[in-house]
């Protein structure tokens, strides 16, 4: 099959090493886009709704433009979990869910993990589906003593706050840091959403797999 048009590549074939990032919306793609090493990690903006695959019947799953992209473009057909797939044709060791830190993304992130789970079992049972995890709060914390000006990043609320009791603790002066929502993934700079989201050094990627709750 032909690869979607509005798939940006990467340059090398080793699998192992290979990332897929599949990006909410055409500006967090663009940012997506300029910030990552084009060496090894392509980007796959979705424009559309993603379809709920939920109770979706498997040979109308590619009535759907994004579920069609994804599928052609991982290298995967969709598949049951009593089938023995082909993954001959895998093109990316991981392929990673980047959606905003919001109420939004977070429902874009359990369409997709419902896709995943539902007709890509195999990739989940193998360990090849991620979810990238973007902060939703910047702390910027001004110099004190020898100690340069610093950002310190945030997921969410509950980190916010061990982070602000933290600095009262070093003798950081209560109300001298600043504290930036992030909106969504395209209010970053590519340099901050490679930083805080996309970099394999500073990253945190939450691999997707089947548990028990026991």
Request: hydrophobic share 40%; with cysteine.
């Amino acid at each position: 099959a032909v690869l979607p048009g509005k798939l940006t590549d990467c340059e090398s074939a080793d699998i192992a090493q290979n990332e897929i990032f599949l990006v909410e919306g055409d500006s967090a793609g663009g940012s997506a886009k300029m910030g990552r090493n084009k060496e090894f990690q392509a980007i796959l903006p979705l424009r559309g709704k993603v379809l709920n695959t939920w109770e979706a019947e498997r040979d109308r799953l590619f009535a759907n433009n994004e579920v069609h992209d994804i599928a052609v473009a991982i290298g995967v057909d969709p598949h049951g979990p009593n089938d023995n797939p082909d993954l001959s044709n895998l093109r990316y060791g991981k392929v990673c869910i980047l959606s905003d830190a919001d109420v939004d993304g977070s429902h874009i992130q359990v369409l997709l993990l419902t896709l995943f789970y539902r007709h890509f079992p195999r990739l989940v049972e193998l360990g090849h589906v991620h979810v990238a995890r973007p902060p939703l709060f910047r702390v910027d914390v001004p110099a004190l003593g020898k100690r340069p000006a610093r950002k310190i990043y945030c997921l969410d609320a509950g980190e916010l706050e061990v982070v602000q009791d933290k600095l009262r603790k070093e003798g950081v002066r209560e109300g001298s840091w600043d504290i930036s929502r992030f909106k969504g993934l395209g209010e970053m700079s590519p340099e901050q959403l490679w930083e805080t989201t996309m970099n394999p050094d500073t990253r945190r990627m939450l691999p997707v797999g089947y548990g028990s709750l026991a």
